[in-house]
């Protein structure tokens, strides 16, 4: 059942040639066998037996949707009432949310059933998945490997197949980097596409929720049950959502793959390049046309973003004070030691490295050299963006420099660890679509034919995810690097 | 520019973050790291570029002054670390 697609899951859910007990039973046996890969922080088996029995009801009556019965796991930044949303961190090891986010309480009223909370960098501020409070999650494909971060119990979790869809956050590449790093497919909408309302703030301005699945046409329909206008989100836009699985077979020819020179410089892998290369001679014999495009700010995106999303984050997470909720040190001897000590003892290291980096570049004298230049540059890469896109149709190129890296790696050095996501940081300061799509593997250095899968971006303009969902499914639809499961699951 | 020891006392203070002696100079050197690489941003001259401080470059939504939210101080305070009475307990400010 866990090689099944969503569409095939539901098909199978209405012709009664399975219940959504038994489907979720079958996902909640496979998480505790799997349990080594600490891709869920919290396993809600009983719960779930109870949504998926409710499930079969409407089932059997004739009042369900596309998505009843259907399991999911939500990462566990988003607030779900009764249930413990740690966001990875200490400081929320206690907290149980007293409501529900707009995305929970939708995919709930879709009649999902939640298998559990997934892994994920504290506070989302990784891209390794090696800062949670709860340890690091190990990739399928390599268990010494990380999963990519900050959802990388997510895309661990949908990779090993212990569940068909999951719930993300993308601030920098959270969403696409670690769906690269499995091999799945995961899409980040527009900023302002999915309500941020319930979901614990890393950096407002950048934060989106995403989807992650097996497969382009899995994550059209979570999409469309999560998105749209919420009035408890200043943010979001009001905007309809369309029915993205209706719009995934549009055929290519006659369209326009922009390929942008900069993301095929030096820092890319060489065996990623060869396999991004073929994704574009793909597209290019579906008659797309290739054109190749300059971002010329690019490389400045990674300066700026650790500008903008320290600074938000640190004004951020100034709630967490140990007073209204979360960590609380003992016997604070006045005020400010109960928030020195609540904080300090409640924050792991990157989280506190990004408070300190942000309180610095907001600090008194700095901020016209950092916050004023960072959001100019940040102006700058939006235009690179907005002058391509008025002659192409999406843009084409590696999600990542190079495949999963070794636990460990890069934990000593913080810069290094940011440049994991050189691809992918410029699509949320412009606050554009992206999508990443598994398109090849390489061959893990020392581990003889052992593979790692490769993922490539496509990114669109405002709103189009439509498109994006069309151009993967597609690509998928003649291809199967999607239906590549790890060994030994 | 690199930030000395000094430096990380006083945006520790700033952040409400302890940061004990011996750590103090890893995070210089870290902090120190972190923004020369925001420094590459020098490289390019933004002289007249507006800055953008969001993706969506609309005003603030307003909406009516209407009460929206019912009063669940039960249910909020159920979770808080120490209350008293239907208040949040914290060390004594005033002597």
Request: charged share 20%; hydrophobic share 35%.
């Amino acid at each position: 059942m866990h090689e099944l697609s969503v569409s095939q899951l539901a098909l199978g859910l209405d012709k009664g040639e399975f219940s959504s007990v038994e489907l979720t039973q079958h996902f909640v046996n496979r998480i505790r066998e799997y349990k080594d890969l600490n891709a869920f922080i919290t396993e809600m088996g009983e719960r779930a037996l109870a949504q998926a029995s409710y499930a079969d009801q409407l089932i059997k009556e004739n009042r369900h949707g596309a998505l009843t019965g259907i399991p999911l796991a939500h990462k566990d930044i988003f607030c779900a009432r009764g249930v413990r949303t740690s966001c990875g961190s200490k400081t929320l090891d206690n907290f149980i949310a007293p409501y529900d986010a707009t995305v929970v309480r939708k995919l709930d009223e879709a009649g999902c059933v939640v298998l559990g909370r997934t892994n994920m960098d504290e506070f989302a501020m990784g891209s390794s998945n090696e800062s949670s409070y709860y340890g690091a999650v190990q990739n399928p494909w390599d268990a010494e490997r990380v999963p990519g971060g900050s959802s990388g119990g997510s895309a661990a979790a949908v990779a090993a197949r212990l569940t068909p869809l999951a719930t993300g956050t993308d601030t920098g590449g959270s969403v696409r980097q670690p769906a690269a790093l499995c091999g799945i497919t995961g899409l980040k909408p527009t900023y302002g596409r999915v309500s941020r309302y319930g979901m614990v703030a890393f950096a407002s301005s950048l934060d989106q929720a995403g989807v992650l699945g097996k497969s382009a046409a899995d994550c059209a329909g979570l999409l469309h049950a999560m998105a749209g206008y919420d009035a408890r989100d200043s943010t979001s836009v009001n905007r309809s959502v369309p029915d993205y699985t209706r719009l995934l077979n549009r055929p290519l020819a006659g369209t326009v793959v922009g390929v942008p020179e900069e993301y095929f410089g030096t820092g890319l892998d060489a065996g990623v390049k060869e396999v991004v290369g073929n994704a574009i001679e793909w597209f290019a014999q579906q008659d797309c046309e290739i054109r190749y495009i300059h971002l010329p700010n690019a490389q400045l995106a990674i300066p700026a973003y650790y500008v903008i999303a320290p600074a938000e984050c640190c004004s951020n997470l100034a709630r967490f004070d140990g007073v209204r909720y979360g960590h609380r040190c003992d016997a604070p001897k006045d005020l400010h030691d109960l928030y020195e000590r609540s904080r300090s003892e409640g924050f792991g290291d990157e989280v506190k490295r990004r408070i300190m980096i942000g309180t610095y570049v907001l600090s008194a004298g700095y901020y016209d050299a950092y916050y004023l230049k960072a959001q100019q540059i940040r102006r700058l890469i939006s235009n690179d963006f907005r002058r391509a896109f008025a002659s192409v149709d999406v843009i084409l190129g590696p999600t990542t420099p190079e495949a999963a890296f070794m636990i460990g790696e890069k934990t000593d050095d913080p810069v290094t660890m940011y440049l994991s996501d050189i691809y992918t940081i410029s699509v949320n300061l412009a606050g554009l679509p992206a999508i990443s799509v598994p398109c090849g593997s390489v061959s893990s250095p020392g581990c003889g034919d052992h593979r790692l899968p490769i993922g490539m971006q496509l990114t669109g303009d405002y709103f189009a995810e439509d498109k994006l969902l069309n151009f993967a499914h597609q690509y998928q639809q003649e291809t199967a690097w999607h239906k590549e499961c790890p060994p030994g699951f | 520019m690199s930030v000395s020891a000094e430096q990380v006392l006083k945006i520790a203070h700033l952040a409400r973050l302890r940061i004990n002696a011996e750590e103090v100079e890893n995070y210089a050197q870290e902090l120190s790291h972190i923004i020369s690489l925001v420094e590459q941003m020098n490289t390019l001259s933004t002289e007249g570029v507006e800055p953008m401080a969001h993706p969506q470059d609309i005003a603030q939504r307003l909406r009516e002054d209407v009460v929206t939210e019912t009063n669940q101080r039960e249910r909020f305070q159920g979770i808080a670390p120490r209350t008293e009475k239907g208040l949040y307990l914290v060390p004594k400010v005033i002597e």
